[in-house]
């Protein structure tokens, strides 16, 4: 069966920075865009970066661009979002997720991000 | 950037109620708009996909219509499981994902 999980998550600074990865199985992750999507405590779902099956192409938010930088390795079936200089407001539960032909149809079950000093 | 504007942000509603809940996108955006359920503490679900597509093993009193700018999300008949936050989501030519503010649904 499909599975997703994500690690990395914990507390860190302002300005410091995370890497989050996402291990994916039950399915040809090489085929598959993958998707990473937050979500502040309290408040509702916000969309980080995505990046295309083969690596080629990869988009992000304007509320992380510059800082943050997603990537793949196909040969480990494992999606990466590496976070830098955090600020409080990336402070999140960040969620990755498959995407298959314009929707999501398998998520992670979370990783929590508390910046904070 | 299209933005996604979802009405109400909560309502309360009986068990067996009919509810609708509405997402207006900025511009037309054909039929690229799904429909996601999260409930507490849990991973979002996906319900409806592509405006009006019930996803494989989703109750069939979830239903969703609409194309262009205007979309509506229908639960026919409240169930207590429903308790849920819901999310209409267009998604582009780039895979990238722009989510409405979310209607809670809570029991009345």
């Known amino acids: 069966q499909v599975q997703l999980v994500e690690s990395g998550g914990g507390v860190v600074q302002p300005g410091r920075s995370l890497r989050l990865s996402c291990a994916a199985s039950?399915?040809?992750?090489?085929?598959?865009?993958m998707e990473w999507v937050r979500q502040a405590p309290g408040k509702g779902l916000e969309w980080v970066a995505v990046i295309w099956y083969d690596g080629s192409n990869k988009y992000y938010a304007d509320s992380v661009k510059g800082r943050f930088t997603v990537s793949r390795d196909n040969s480990k079936n494992t999606v990466y979002l590496q976070m830098n200089n955090l600020r409080a407001e990336d402070t999140a539960a960040y969620f990755c997720a498959r995407y298959n032909s314009g929707h999501e149809d398998y998520w992670g079950q979370g990783t929590l991000v508390t910046v904070s000093s | 950037d299209i933005q996604m504007t979802q009405s109400p942000s909560s309502l309360s509603a009986s068990v067996g109620d009919r509810v609708t809940i509405t997402c207006q996108a900025s511009q037309d955006i054909s039929n690229y708009l799904n429909w996601y359920q999260q409930k507490s503490g849990k991973a979002p679900k996906l319900l409806i996909y592509?405006?009006?597509n019930l996803e494989t093993g989703v109750p069939s009193r979830f239903s969703g219509s609409g194309s262009g700018t205007d979309f509506s999300f229908t639960i026919s008949s409240l169930q207590p499981e429903d308790i849920a936050t819901y999310y209409c989501q267009h998604y582009d030519n780039r895979a990238a994902l722009t989510f409405g503010g979310g209607t809670k649904v809570e029991i009345k």
């Open positions: 039950g399915f040809t992750f090489s085929s598959y865009g």
């Open positions: 592509d405006a009006s």
